[in-house]
């Protein structure tokens, strides 16, 4: 039975930091009458879905992503506010300006989340665990804010440990112990696998990373296919992952959730004309990519979606066109055509060539 060769590498001291609901505590920081009850953010027309919600409101079993309606019949007293995306937005600039002072090794997941390599900082000692007890405290004292933090040997774990202690705590995940946080962790913990992904694993007897270590990639790879090696190395602990500093764009899209289903294909070009110059505003604040494919994305009213793309080195109107009249056809199912809820336009960028190697070098295991 063959298995993957684990191999010690370079650890690493990474904190992962992220906002405990954040839109939702902007919200409530910023008007009291917010804080004592069931609060969401996101549109509350029929078809809209929520951004985030506090934690009382996570008490009804709401959730991010999920439809205002549903939300609405968990929770009749929810409150339900419109985003203030240039408040985030600012908010996030200052959360970043403070990272800065401990580190200028920084991954944006997203205006609440990042990651903060601080293996050669020198501030606290160079404690991680200091130096994140530090960012929290400073964003709560500049801010009003609280967030929850990770700090462990890699991105997976840190990642996994920030939501341990929600909210506004933080969980430390040494060297040492890296294998017996992951023992036990449930599969659907790890990113990248949802809930039909989770239940094929279950029916295949792998619920936890235990039960993934005590098995192979070759048996992994029917039920998950390429990921599988990633699924055993995170079983294990390991994500040789460095952190993406500067990130490259690899794609642009611009869609819209519509109030009433459409069926036909001209009342899906309308929309097209519609998205298309927003497509080309952003398109023009963006500098220095190429692109090499343009694609159109249909959501139907059963909640399944498709794709069609084709190469392309500009965004050009006739080649929507064309894409359409393919997507549209998918459209019918079992003899009947589906509604159709959303409409999307994307691109697609060339990824830069870029020169990997392998750093071998073991060092000692260091202090979090």
Do not use: W
């Amino acid at each position: 039975m063959k298995k993957l060769a684990l191999k010690k590498m370079v650890v690493k001291k990474i904190i992962h930091v992220d906002m405990d609901c954040f839109y939702a505590a902007v919200e409530m920081r910023d008007f009291p009458e917010y804080r004592n009850i069931p609060l969401a953010v996101g549109g509350d027309g029929p078809r809209s879905v929520l951004s985030t919600c506090n934690y009382i409101a996570r008490r009804f079993g709401i959730r991010s992503a999920m439809s205002a309606i549903k939300a609405k019949q968990l929770c009749p007293e929810l409150t339900i506010v419109h985003g203030r995306m240039a408040v985030y937005k600012e908010v996030s600039t200052h959360i970043r300006e403070i990272f800065s002072r401990y580190t200028n090794l920084i991954e944006p997941l997203s205006l609440d989340e990042a990651y903060l390599d601080v293996s050669e900082a020198t501030q606290c000692q160079g404690s991680a665990t200091l130096i994140a007890k530090k960012i929290r405290a400073d964003i709560f004292n500049e801010l009003n804010l609280t967030a929850s933090a990770g700090i462990a040997p890699n991105k997976f774990i840190a990642k996994i440990a920030s939501d341990e202690n929600k909210p506004n705590g933080q969980c430390v995940v040494p060297p040492d112990k890296v294998a017996g946080f992951v023992e036990q962790l449930s599969l659907k913990k790890i990113p990248g696998i949802g809930p039909k992904t989770f239940q094929k694993l279950q029916q295949a007897g792998f619920s936890t990373c235990h039960d993934v270590r005590a098995s192979s990639i070759a048996k992994l790879t029917p039920i998950v296919g390429k990921f599988a090696t990633s699924l055993y190395q995170k079983a294990h602990g390991i994500d040789n992952r460095e952190l993406e500093v500067s990130r490259q764009r690899k794609s642009l899209a611009i869609e819209t959730t519509l109030a009433a289903d459409i069926y036909s294909e001209q009342e899906c070009f309308a929309v097209i004309e519609q998205l298309l110059p927003k497509l080309l505003l952003r398109l023009h604040k963006i500098k220095g990519l190429t692109i090499v494919r343009q694609g159109i994305k249909l959501k139907f009213n059963d909640f399944n979606q498709t794709t069609v793309e084709q190469q392309s080195l500009a965004p050009d109107q006739q080649t929507y066109m064309a894409l359409l009249a393919k997507a549209h056809t998918r459209a019918y199912k079992n003899g009947k055509q589906r509604g159709i809820r959303l409409v999307g336009l994307t691109l697609g960028f060339a990824e830069p060539s870029v020169d990997l190697h392998v750093n071998g070098q073991q060092m000692m295991l260091p202090s979090l």
